[in-house]
């Protein structure tokens, strides 16, 4: 199996073979919704987990129902809880950008939103050398998007503060608003086409639950299920993070610049290698 993540690598080994009988859509659908609510920030930490090892694991067609989630999330992650830390930063924050303003879920990254800015207008001025970059940058763009639709379903604001209590129980909603907050994070082919978002252009980012169990990629890599027909964002603050450790390591290998343009707001000191082989949590 492809490594996740160590925490969700232990979510693994502990509820593996519960997680297993989920259906995967499903299943991340409802977690994705959940991290949707800025009253579970301070929880994104065991959200995020369990939809990374769901994503991993799971292949029956069994629904996630609210009973199971309580006792995974408060019960089999209690020592993934005491890793949680109180919510300090917003919630959701906008990327402002010659195309528009997109608002990006922080999650447990640092200063997600912020460091999504700095590479897109990091690219922008590389573009003028690098015209390989164009790509990334309609990708870019194409995720934004989807996190945009995603925060316009939730009807959130342009910079959104959470709350809740690290560490602590979590109340999960009742159940058929758990099914309601599920389709905030799940889109048909025509659903990306009016997002802005289509299909080529999410491609690098899918991850496909047809494949097998031993081949599929990380949801922090691969963001966007699907089955062929259906795509739900397993995590949206995975989405901006995807793209730049994409980016980084595509920098990487072809040498862009050495580093970052002196234009960008990241110290020029600061070269694509680095930010390449950063932590996942906090830097990507």
Known sequence: ????????TRVIADLGDELGTLNPMRATAVLGGL?????LQANTLRLETLATATA???????APGRGRLASWLNNGMRGIAFAEDPPEDAFLLPVLTDFGEFRVFEGVFEKNAAMTDA???????????????????FEAFALMSLSEVIATRARLARAEYGGGSNGETIELPPSDRLSALGRRVQFSRADLALARAPYQLLKPYLLDVREE????DSLRRRPVMTDGTTFVVGAPS???AAWRQRVAIQAEMASWGGGWPRSSSSPSSVGWRRVASRNFRTGF
Do not use: K, W
């Not at 991993?56 to 069994?62: K, M, N, R």
């Not at 169990?213 to 599929?216: K, L, P, W, Y």
């Open 213 to 216: 169990v031993g081949n599929r």
């Open 1 to 8: 199996m492809i490594h996740p993540d160590p925490q969700a």
């Open 35 to 39: 991290m949707t609510l800025p009253a």
């Open 119 to 137: 590479f897109v207008e990091a690219l922008a001025d590389l573009s003028r050398e690098e015209p390989d970059v164009t790509e990334l940058m």
């Open 238 to 240: 995975f989405l901006l």
């Open 56 to 62: 991993a694991v799971a292949t029956g067609g069994q």
